[in-house]
């Protein structure tokens, strides 16, 4: 028995050496797989291992977790809202601000166009539209200004830079899609990498009219060149195209290798929003500014009339101008609207104000500045030389090759006026009066003529004279006056000699003496009458010349008389 | 049509862009290089019977390699590293460049060209040391801007590989 004891006993000795080690390694993993401490604490050391395979295998993961990150989330949410908060606010804060500033653009893009067009007629137009259709003013006045063209839009895979899409307006220029789309994809990781950015390049602008949107999803993006003035909307549009593309081919988008094909289904989307772009207005002419350009041009005809008219009427001017004798034009300006002609003109060429018709008055405004000179043209002399020298009606003047020539009948002084004027009118080289009778001189010798034949008888041997002589005596008189005004105006002096005659009865002695008391009689006669002495002698020359042969008694009477003889006084 | 995007990598003057100017077409000038960093080309190349259009962003070299823009690189298909035979170093550059490029995308095709080889004789890159990368299994072409042909043929292989994938 006690051998079997000890037998046993070492055998039990022997078990535990033998399997002690296994036992205790059991028991700690018994130990480790009911204390959930440990458990925990090993998955813990092992959960991103197995995270990342069960993501190798497929998105199960996420969908079994979500229900417990939902769940939690809210939890959360509603116990530490402020943890939470903090934790989205990096993210929140950007996307905040873009919302607001897209808003903010807006607006400001709307509050410009606003005030642009609230007081123009267009204004009142568009305020008539909004109020029939009863929409806002201001998407009216949106509707109506935004114009803008979409020439491009890019589709562009965000890893690769590669185009999976590329549609162009009609009538646009452009280069290589691929090169512009790698390099626009360059350049955006460029300014990504160059600024430390966060943020997405949004906008590329080209000068004052062009700029590039990018609007980016998660593996693609849209890049439109975009010429003038887009709403803000507009990128809306685009955000949400690119989201219908992500939802359509999300992954398509996500494995692509290179094969763009499958893309070509948002072609006519992309184009849409080309076309659908291309609002711009036609300018319409406001009626204002029709009527404003009409009376412009209107205005502008009416002067470009007036103009050519008073220039025909300014030419036509100077041509008659130039016509006109005597008149010579120097020069001729046009001076605030009024039109001036300097030059000389003869005192006997028309008036040159008398050259503008009066109805041209109305149209034209001429003023002109004359300098009196002589013209020595001959159809000038002649007027000139009427006008200096005045002649009587029955004097003709006439001008032969320089020459003034005067003929009919003039009065010594006028024919003396002509001789001293004659040569020194301006153009008249000489003269000749050979022409002219002197009217006074004519006068004078018929007068002269008239008084030798006339005769007062006197009674025999008496200084009284025979009986109805008065009308004798009246004329003789009246001859005188006239001889004695005659003389002046011919600027001939001459004497009236009374001649007494006798007959031949008597003594020589006795007849010289009545003859003289005869020739006295009358030269008293005459003196009483008012004819001046000076201008009478009187001689008694008896019988010495008898007026007629004394054949008989009657032919006596005839010598018993007082005759008239004239003399000329050279003038001294 | 398929469309890849491809980078072309390597030290600064090892010659990437006159050995690819016959074979690319770019609206973009060298400026783009020492500005943005990268000049985008592209060229057409006829692989497993289908035109694969290759956008090759020709990458600004660099020999400190820390400053090419990692960013430029995502989304690329394939790679092409430059090296300058007459220049060892290049060659560091052209493999330390591409292991950064692994670092980012990943194990994908590429092809390593060793330019300039009218200047042979004064390589200092062994022949041994390209016959054993080729066991490795990298695809290697050695060409000048001269008999740039070997080019072409790179993009084709290059291309293969990328279709292949």
Not at chain 1, 172 to 177: C, E, K, L, S
Not at chain 1, 178 to 187: E, N, R
Request: glycine share 6%.
């Amino acid at each position: 028995m006690g051998s079997e004891a000890v037998e046993e006993k070492s055998l039990e000795a022997f078990k535990k050496l033998l399997l002690q080690p296994e036992k205790d390694r059991i028991r700690q993993i018994e130990n480790r797989l009911n204390d959930p401490m440990i458990r925990a604490k090993e998955t813990g050391l092992f959960l991103p291992e197995a995270i990342s395979f069960s993501v190798l295998n497929g998105n199960r993961l996420s969908r079994v977790i979500q229900p417990v990150i939902d769940a939690s989330l809210k939890e959360s949410v509603r116990n530490n809202p402020k943890s939470i908060a903090d934790a989205i606010f990096p993210a929140l804060g950007p996307g905040i601000r873009k919302a607001i500033s897209a808003t903010v653009m807006g607006m400001v893009q709307s509050l410009n166009q606003l005030l642009n067009h609230s007081f123009s007629f267009q204004g009142m137009k568009w305020r008539f539209e909004a109020f029939r259709t009863g929409r806002q003013f201001a998407e009216i006045v949106l509707l109506h200004t935004l114009v803008y063209k979409v020439e491009q839009i890019f589709l562009i895979h965000n890893e690769s830079g590669i185009v999976l899409d590329h549609v162009t307006a009609k009538d646009v220029v452009i280069q290589d899609p691929d090169l512009v789309s790698g390099m626009l994809t360059a350049i955006q990781d460029f300014v990504k990498d160059s600024f430390d950015a966060r943020d997405d390049l949004e906008t590329l602008r080209i000068g004052s009219d062009r700029s590039v949107w990018i609007e980016k999803g998660e593996h693609a993006l849209i890049a439109a060149v975009i010429r003038g003035n887009p709403p803000v909307d507009l990128r809306i549009r685009f955000r949400e195209l690119l989201e219908e593309i992500h939802i359509k081919s999300g992954m398509a988008l996500e494995k692509f290798e290179g094969d763009a094909s499958s893309f070509s289904v948002f072609r006519e989307q992309l184009k849409d929003e080309l076309g659908f772009q291309e609002r711009k207005e036609k300018q319409k002419l406001s009626p204002l500014l029709i009527c404003l350009i009409l009376a412009v041009l209107s205005l502008a005809g009416i002067w470009g009339y007036h103009t050519l008219r008073s220039h025909q009427i300014w030419n036509a001017y100077l041509s008659r101008l130039k016509a006109e004798k005597g008149l010579v034009i120097l020069s001729v300006q046009k001076e605030k609207g009024v039109y001036q002609v300097f030059g000389l003109r003869d005192p006997m060429a028309h008036d040159p104000d008398a050259l503008i018709q009066p109805e041209e008055k109305f149209r034209i405004k001429i003023k002109g500045h004359w300098t009196p000179f002589y013209s020595l043209d001959p159809e000038l002399i002649l007027p000139r030389s009427r006008q200096i020298l005045k002649p009587p009606p029955s004097i003709t003047l006439d001008l032969s090759q320089g020459i003034l020539l005067a003929s009919g009948q003039a009065s010594r002084d006028w024919i003396d006026i002509f001789q001293k004027t004659a040569p020194t009118i301006p153009g008249v080289k000489g003269y000749s009066d050979q022409g002219v009778l002197d009217m006074d001189r004519e006068k004078l010798d018929a007068a002269l003529k008239e008084i030798s034949e006339i005769k007062l008888y006197f009674e025999n041997n008496s200084t009284r004279f025979i009986k109805a002589q008065e009308d004798i005596f009246n004329k003789l008189l009246e001859t005188v006056q006239n001889i004695q005004e005659l003389q002046i105006k011919a600027k001939i002096q001459v004497q009236i000699m009374i001649l007494g005659h006798t007959d031949s009865s008597g003594t020589e002695k006795w007849n010289q003496r009545l003859s003289r008391d005869r020739a006295e009689m009358v030269f008293n006669h005459l003196i009483v009458h008012g004819i001046n002495p000076y201008f009478l002698t009187i001689s008694g020359i008896g019988t010495k010349i008898p007026l007629k042969e004394e054949t008989g008694a009657e032919e006596r009477q005839y010598n018993r008389a007082v005759s008239f003889k004239v003399f000329h006084i050279p003038l001294t | 049509m398929i469309k890849k995007k491809i980078c072309m990598l390597g030290a600064f003057a090892v010659g990437k862009t006159s050995l690819v100017q016959r074979y690319v077409h770019s609206i973009f000038s060298e400026k783009y290089h020492t500005t943005v960093g990268v000049r985008i080309e592209k060229t057409q190349v006829r692989a497993n019977d289908a035109d694969v259009d290759l956008i090759i962003w020709d990458l600004h070299g660099e020999d400190d390699f820390q400053h090419v823009r990692l960013s430029y690189l995502k989304g690329s298909s394939g790679c092409i590293y430059v090296a300058d035979g007459t220049r060892e170093k290049t060659l560091l550059t052209a493999l330390n460049l591409k292991e950064i490029a692994e670092n980012t995308l990943g194990e994908i095709p590429c092809v390593l060209v060793i330019n300039k080889l009218d200047l042979k004789d004064q390589w200092e890159i062994d022949q041994s040391i390209l016959d054993d990368m080729k066991r490795k299994g990298m695809m290697i072409f050695q060409t000048s801007a001269k008999t740039g042909e070997e080019v072409q043929q790179a993009f084709q292989l290059l291309t293969q590989k990328m279709m292949e994938k």
